[in-house]
């Protein structure tokens, strides 16, 4: 990967023919940009991404997979269906899912594990909840994520791991963390993954933010040391929005 990584998690948004229509609208504002771009759609718009992002630098993903290999698990979707029709990434263990859908570390960690099997890279979202960070646990509750969901991983397997540090308090309420909360959230990241791996693979390991990141405040965090890059929720369903956040990023002047 690149070191300038933008991810969009266009959640349970747009059908598979407005996706159609936002990739028209989008790949041609961003397809000259050094950067890493993807989005993460609902099941039913992969088959659009394939086609309508042939060929250029924009790749797409999922926004969840099964932790199951295969058989008689109604309604799931699993890593080599993934695979299978060109998606390289899929989020694992986003607060939302966590939060309704009550997944848990261990669940997420084969979810990953399935992912490495088919060679998707697992973009592993974690952070801490208001009520845990006003009560001093954001340390040990990112910790315990990571922990718990690379448990069992090697460390050349990390390679396909980004991890998303999105305090959930940040998620689509407008409130972002500091530039201050970000850069020491991603030190303890680093720390522990040092600590569970090695200092090569701290040094390595693709880290991104996210959390009601907007085209007026992205200036705000492009120099967050050891960074790589957003997941981007709300703007990414928004073509010029979104296009412009990247433009910003990269340091590009933003095409009105
Ligand atoms: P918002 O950018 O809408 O706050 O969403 C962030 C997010 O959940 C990305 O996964």
Request: glycine share 8%; charged share 25%.
């Amino acid at each position: 990967m690149l070191n300038k990584v933008i991810i969009g998690n266009q959640k349970m948004n747009l059908t598979a023919s407005q996706t159609r229509k936002f990739i028209n609208a989008f790949v041609p504002m961003v397809e000259h940009l050094n950067c890493d771009i993807a989005i993460c759609v609902p099941y039913t718009n992969l088959a659009v991404c394939k086609r309508a992002l042939k060929d250029t630098n924009v790749a797409f993903g999922a926004q969840n997979v099964s932790e199951f290999e295969k058989g008689a698990y109604t309604g799931e979707i699993n890593s080599e269906m993934l695979a299978d029709i060109g998606c390289k990434l899929t989020l694992v263990g986003h607060s939302e899912r966590r939060k309704y859908f009550s997944e848990h570390n261990s669940e997420i960690n084969s979810k990953i594990k399935q992912n490495l099997k088919y060679n998707i890279t697992s973009v592993l979202c974690i952070g801490e909840s208001k009520r845990e960070r006003t009560a001093g646990q954001t340390r040990n509750v990112i910790c315990k994520q990571l922990d718990e969901c690379l448990s069992g991983l090697y460390e050349n397997e990390l390679e396909n791991i980004v991890v998303a540090y999105e305090p959930i308090w940040a998620i689509g309420t407008g409130q972002t963390a500091t530039g201050k909360q970000i850069e020491e959230a991603v030190n303890i990241i680093r720390e522990e993954i040092a600590r569970l791996y090695t200092d090569k693979a701290s040094k390595n390991i693709v880290v991104l933010y996210g959390g009601s990141v907007k085209p007026d405040n992205v200036k705000n965090f492009i120099n967050i040391k050891n960074l790589n890059g957003f997941l981007v929720g709300g703007v990414s369903l928004d073509a010029k929005a979104f296009s412009e956040l990247i433009q910003i990023y990269v340091g590009k002047p933003v095409k009105k």
